[in-house]
């Protein structure tokens, strides 16, 4: 029997139904999922409950050498050793010691190594650091056998690295359609008491959902939003997220005192249908599948620089609009094109953004190129 692992930094909510289904896919295999457990909360929380696959998790032990963050789970590396897999399924994240070592023993041991990666990098290394860290990236990926990678901006990271392009394939990131295409009736009806309880009739109503940490700039958008409303009365935000910068965020909201700013603290569960409500997605700071999440639901994206997928997601005029990354005045003008948009661009611009998701950005899909890639090293294992 084969077994295969796969490993993450947590084990995403987001993330259930497309491990569940790639277990499934290898269901004659030993599929297992080693995540890490955070101790401090930071805005992004783990899954914690049953699932249908085996998944492990490992405390987390991180600590901060500017600029970079030194992350260890206790007990992966033995767990691993001793369960011994054919096939291991890694994050590209070369500060985690515990991936370091997993990877060095994998290639010791001639197990096979896919690195699944997005290739953003939150550019805080300069000069000599980035040179260090770029040198540590490119030893970390040449033990692998493979890569997948969320986008085209990802292969190209990749590739900087000095890995051949034949190694590599673009698997973009995606969220789960079917249950959203099941469900699509009951999420379209609460959206509608949405709209009815918040009063977004007549208004464009902007919309933001992540964790409230620093590199979402959930800030930036408030005084953009702000801003705007000198001169626009019919615009409405609505915040959802939790994390480190609640209190920030309302204190601010707080100050303004501005009944169109909405602030409804974390929803994970049943938050489909504000994305139906909104008229328009923001994500002002880093950050992806929310952009899938709205586009599926046929809205429009404003967006600067995130994970490197919204290359492939929001292109300006056609699915969305760009602003430049850290820009106050990029972005309100950004959201005041989306405020003067006439209703049947915007009507194709949604018809745009469904289309990506439906054939190229879903789970799905996902488990197809994941299994392919999975299956031809299993098949080289068996020549070997």
Not at 115 to 133: A, C, D, M, R, V
Request: with cysteine; hydrophobic share 40%.
């Amino acid at each position: 029997m084969n077994k295969i692992v796969l490993i993450t930094p947590i084990l995403q909510h987001y993330r259930l139904s497309f491990y569940e289904k790639l277990s499934r896919s290898f269901n004659e295999s030993q599929f297992a999922v080693f995540h890490g457990i955070k101790k401090i909360e930071d805005g992004r929380p783990g899954y914690i409950g049953a699932t249908e696959f085996v998944n492990k998790g490992f405390e987390e032990f991180k600590i901060r050498i500017y600029p970079f963050d030194i992350v260890y789970n206790w007990g992966m590396f033995s767990e691993l050793k001793k369960l011994n897999p054919d096939i291991i399924i890694i994050q590209g994240i070369t500060g985690n010691l515990s991936y370091r070592r997993i990877v060095f023993w994998a290639k010791k041991k001639r197990k096979k190594i896919i690195i699944w990666t997005s290739g953003w990098e939150p550019g805080k290394s300069k000069g000599i650091l980035l040179n260090f860290k770029n040198m540590l990236v490119k030893s970390f990926f040449k033990k692998a056998d493979s890569f997948l990678t969320y986008s085209e901006f990802g292969t190209e990271y990749v590739m900087s690295k000095g890995i051949e392009k034949s190694i590599i394939e673009t698997c973009y990131n995606g969220i789960e359609n079917d249950d959203l295409i099941k469900n699509s009736s009951e999420i379209i009806r609460k959206s509608k008491e949405i709209r009815i309880e918040y009063n977004l009739e007549g208004y464009i109503t902007f919309l933001f959902v992540g964790g409230l940490i620093p590199e979402k700039k959930v800030e930036l958008l408030i005084s953009a939003f702000i801003e705007l409303r000198k001169k626009h009365d019919k615009i409405k935000l609505i915040i959802i997220g939790d994390g480190p910068l609640k209190l920030m965020v309302k204190e601010t909201l707080k100050d303004n005192n501005d009944l169109n700013i909405i602030y409804l603290g974390r929803i994970v569960d049943g938050v489909d249908p504000y994305f139906a409500a909104s008229d328009c997605f923001v994500l002002p700071g880093v950050g992806g599948l929310a952009l899938n999440q709205a586009m599926f639901w046929g809205k429009t994206c404003i967006v600067s620089k995130a994970d490197g997928t919204e290359d492939d997601l929001v292109i300006d005029g056609i699915t969305g609009y760009r602003f430049k990354e850290n820009n106050l005045a990029s972005l309100v003008s950004a959201m005041d094109r989306r405020i003067n948009e006439k209703k049947d661009k915007v009507d194709t611009m949604s018809d745009s953004s469904r289309q990506i998701i439906h054939n190229k950005s879903n789970v799905n899909n996902m488990v197809n190129v994941f299994s392919k890639a999975i299956n031809r090293l299993l098949i080289k294992n068996e020549k070997f």
